[in-house]
């Protein structure tokens, strides 16, 4: 028998109509409900356009029948096709600068679930070595930055990032996803984000408490502010680049921005995000900018102020509270907890039409509030995607 959904209210219908870059104010949405056998319905259907992906159309705003649905860190080690690959490929650089495995690997998951959702097979740190910065990701210990930058001389030397020069397997890769997919899902581009980039490369790799990166920040703030700005135009230039080449959506990840108090973020990681987004609309107007900032129910006003298209929400911020703390002009992502992936599959469900039900029926990309934990039972994953793909609104 199948479960019922869970008796949640959605935000008031004031909240969620909205307008946004893209097209006209949008309507009061119908609230979503779920039938007797647990399947999630609402009062008037309507069906998505042919002529862009349901991702696309649904973060603009548009009436779509259902919301699209993908996964971050879909293409990755719970997949036993992935970990095969692995075992011929161990080195992570060797997979994501090789333009034949990053379109294999960023296929698997297409092949299996079909998310309306296709993301390159990459990392946010691609870019150093085009930037004077070498790195490299270790087995069992994550990004390591060789030469980490500590000093006004060591950022003097980082160069401007030139997509074309430097990672033209990006390009290639990204056309040749767009014809496979086509336009049954949206193919997604990712970048860094300056303080999340700069966060790595000041720290060394990755870290616990930040100290090197906010002694910079709050002793020597001008090296940092150079640092900075040359990886907003670098990443600006990137998501042109991506967008050039196939990419329908592209999605900013600021991971470690909420490391950083909100006066903070205010100074060393909003204008830059900004700057970025202005650069890219002016060339780009249409092309739809997802942030992802882990940890963010802190800063989830300011983030808006961004000029992204949509907030991706991690699972910590429930779904209809971030709704009305982000405002009516933009869009949403997220937010289930990855953990919930171990449940039952009764369990996936029931937070699948949670989750739905609180968002509302327009403007809202389902995916997980994190990347897919490992080990996750892709059997687990099948039925997330089988569930989400299955509501009408």
Known sequence: MATACPPLSLPSTSLLRRTTRAGPARQPLPSVRCSAVGEAVAE???????????????????????????????????????????????????????????????????????????????????????????????????????????????????REFVPEEWVPYVGQALNLLRGEVKNEAAVLGFVGAPFTLASYCVEGGSSKNFSKIKRMAFAEPAILHNLLQKFTTSMASYIKYQADNGAQAVQIFDSWATELSPVDFEEFSLPYLKQIVDSVKETHPDLPLILYASGSGGLLERLPLTGVDVVSLDWTVDMAEGRKRLGSNIAVQGNVDPGVLFGSKEFITKRIYDTVQKAGSEGHVLNLGHGIKVGTPEENVAHFFEVAKGIRY
Do not use: H
């Open 44 to 158: 008037a259907a309507v069906a998505g356009t042919a002529e862009e992906p349901l991702l696309v159309s649904a973060i603009k705003g548009k009436k779509v029948e259902r919301p699209p649905v993908w996964l971050m860190r879909q293409a990755g080690r719970y997949m036993k096709s992935y970990q095969n690959l692995c075992e011929k490929y161990p080195l992570f650089r060797e997979r994501s600068e090789n333009v034949d495995l990053v379109v294999e690997i960023s296929l698997q998951p297409w092949k299996v679930f079909k998310p309306d959702g296709v993301i390159l097979f990459s990392d946010i740190l691609t870019p150093l070595p085009g930037m004077n910065i070498p790195f490299d990701i270790v087995k069992g210990k994550g990004p390591v930055i060789y030469d980490p930058l500590r000093t006004a001389a060591a950022v003097n030397e980082v």
